[in-house]
């Protein structure tokens, strides 16, 4: 294995476990799951504009396995594990499909949160139905109840990635 291939995967590793620990920081939590953190994605997108989006996907998955299988749950409905979890946090990945330019930087942020935010309504419409107040249409009521947290996440994550990219990788090129 050449010196490269050991610093991605050790890089990963890292990011994995940063974004794990900064998931603990909840600044609000809702009370049918979802909560605003500290920038927990922050590791994520960042190993995926240093790394490429194929390694930032297979990182960004692994993180939401690893959130599943030790963080506390809501439900272990397959959709849920799948939705919430697998492809919820798996899509942060594609930030490294996005130049690190600042446009690239805000634009592939943006869509991957927005992207993490659809996974979610669909998860919330389909296994969490039942929390949706009588008449009103679940995936109405899981659009508003997601965007409730994913959107100060976002302007959170977004906003944290822009001030401390290039500082991050200015000091990561120096080692």
């Excluded at 050991?6 to 990011?15: C, D, L, N, S």
């Excluded at 009370?31 to 960004?60: C, D, E, H, I």
């Excluded at 506390?72 to 409905?77: A, E």
């Excluded at 492809?87 to 446009?103: A, E, H, P, Q, S």
């Amino acid at each position: 294995m050449n010196h490269n291939k050991t610093r991605m995967i050790a890089e990963g590793g890292m990011a994995i476990a940063i974004a794990f620990v900064l998931n603990f920081i909840v600044l609000f939590h809702m009370p049918q799951g979802g909560s605003v953190k500290a920038a927990s994605m922050v590791p994520l997108m960042f190993y995926a504009y240093r790394w490429g989006g194929k390694s930032g996907l297979t990182v960004s998955i692994v993180y939401g396995i690893v959130d599943f299988l030790l963080g506390f749950k809501y439900t272990i409905h397959y959709l849920s594990i799948l939705l919430d979890y697998i492809v919820g946090y798996g899509i942060i990945g594609i930030c490294g499909y996005f130049k690190d330019t600042t446009i690239g930087l805000f634009s592939g942020s943006l869509l991957a949160m927005v992207l993490r935010w659809c996974s979610t309504v669909v998860s919330g419409a389909v296994v969490f139905a039942s929390y949706a107040p009588e008449g009103q249409n679940p995936w109405i009521y899981s659009m508003i109840y997601n965007a409730s947290y994913m959107i100060p996440n976002a302007i959170i994550n977004i906003a944290v990635l822009m001030i401390v990219y290039k500082a991050l990788k200015k000091g990561i090129k120096s080692i």
